[in-house]
C-alpha cells in the first residue's frame, strides 16, 4: 500500500503519529509514550511500519489499538452539544462581548477573559503530567450576585480535583480575605465565598472531595488574611503548584472523572 500519511497530533496531553490513507480514513498510530504501534487492520503492519519508519524510535510493540476504557466508551457516546471538552477558557465572555457589552462593563469582561485565557493557559500545560482541564464549566442559577454562574476551570489530576475561581488583578493590590477580594479601590467582591460554593457544587456533582482556588492574575501585590486557610490562593504563574501535587486519583480515576465532568448533563441539578 502506497500514499499512507503521517500526521502529528495529541490525545490527553500524549503525543501520538497517525496514520492514513488519503481519504482520511486512519489505518495506525503510534503511541511515543507507550512505545506501541496500534493497527487497525493486521494487513496493512508491513505498510504501517514502512510510514512510520523514520519517527520510530527505541523498542515498540506493535498490536491492535487497546480496548475502550469505561471513560472512553462514555466519551464516544456523548452527544457533542452536551461535550465541554472544547469550552475555551472564558467561554460565555466572549459571547458577551462579541454581542456588544457598554464600554465599561466591555472593559471589565476584557480584564476577566484575559485573566481565565492567561491562567487557563497555564492549565492547560499541565495535562502533558497526566493532569485533565475543562474550562468554563456551567452551573445552575445566574451568577452574580446569587453566586457562581460556572467553574472558570476543573483541574482534575494525580493530586486531586481543584475548581479554580479566576480574578483580574488589573495591575493594582488585591487583598483576600475570609469572604472577600478587593482590587485596588473597587468595591470588594465574595469571590472566596463564590469559589467555595463551586467546589462544593463540583464536590456534589462528582462525589469526590474538591478544593477550592482562587488564581489572581496580572496584580501589583497579592495580600492573603492568614486566616484563609480552606481556599488556596496563586499567583499567576503558580498554576505549576497544583501539578506537583500526586497520590490522591490513580490514571483511572482521574479518566472517569473528567468523562462525568466533561458530560453537560452532570452540572444541571447540582
Known amino acids: 500500500m502506497s500514499g499512507l500519511r503521517v500526521v502529528p497530533g495529541r490525545l490527553h496531553g500524549g503525543h501520538r503519529l497517525w496514520v492514513s490513507l488519503p481519504d482520511g480514513r486512519t489505518v495506525g498510530w503510534y503511541d511515543r509514550e507507550a512505545g506501541r504501534v496500534n493497527l487497525v487492520d493486521a494487513a496493512q503492519r508491513d505498510a504501517v511500519l514502512a510510514a512510520l519508519g523514520p ?13 475502550p476504557t469505561p471513560a472512553e466508551l462514555a466519551r464516544l457516546a456523548l452527544h457533542p452539544d452536551d461535550d465541554l471538552a472544547p469550552n475555551r477558557p472564558g467561554e460565555p465572555l466572549l459571547g458577551e462581548l462579541a454581542y456588544g457589552a457598554p464600554g465599561r462593563r466591555s472593559r471589565g469582561l476584557r480584564h476577566d477573559l484575559l485573566a481565565q485565557q492567561r491562567f487557563g493557559a497555564e492549565l492547560d500545560a499541565l495535562e502533558g503530567l497526566g493532569w485533565r482541564v475543562l474550562h468554563a464549566v456551567p452551573l445552575p442559577g445566574t451568577g452574580a450576585p446569587a453566586g457562581p454562574a460556572q467553574i472558570d476551570h476543573l483541574l482534575i489530576g494525580p493530586g486531586g480535583v481543584f475548581a479554580v475561581r479566576t480574578a483580574a488583578g488589573r495591575r493594582q493590590r488585591v487583598s483576600v ?24 457544587q463540583a464536590a456534589h456533582a462528582l462525589t469526590v472531595a474538591v478544593t477550592p482556588v ?15 486557610r480552606d481556599v488556596r490562593v496563586l499567583r499567576e504563574g503558580e498554576a505549576g503548584v497544583l501539578g506537583q501535587s500526586g497520590g490522591v486519583l490513580k490514571p483511572a480515576d482521574v479518566d472517569g472523572l473528567h468523562a462525568m465532568a466533561r ?6 441539578t447540582v
Open 55 to 67: 519517527y520510530l524510535v527505541g523498542a515498540y510493540t506493535v498490536g491492535p489499538p487497546p480496548v
Open 177 to 200: 480575605g475570609d469572604l472577600l477580594l478587593s482590587v485596588g479601590r473597587s468595591e470588594p467582591r465574595p469571590e472566596p465565598r463564590w469559589v467555595r460554593r463551586a467546589a462544593e
Open 214 to 228: 482562587l488564581a489572581v492574575v496580572d496584580a501589583a501585590r497579592v495580600t492573603v488574611a492568614p486566616t484563609l
Open 263 to 268: 458530560d453537560r448533563r452532570t452540572w444541571s
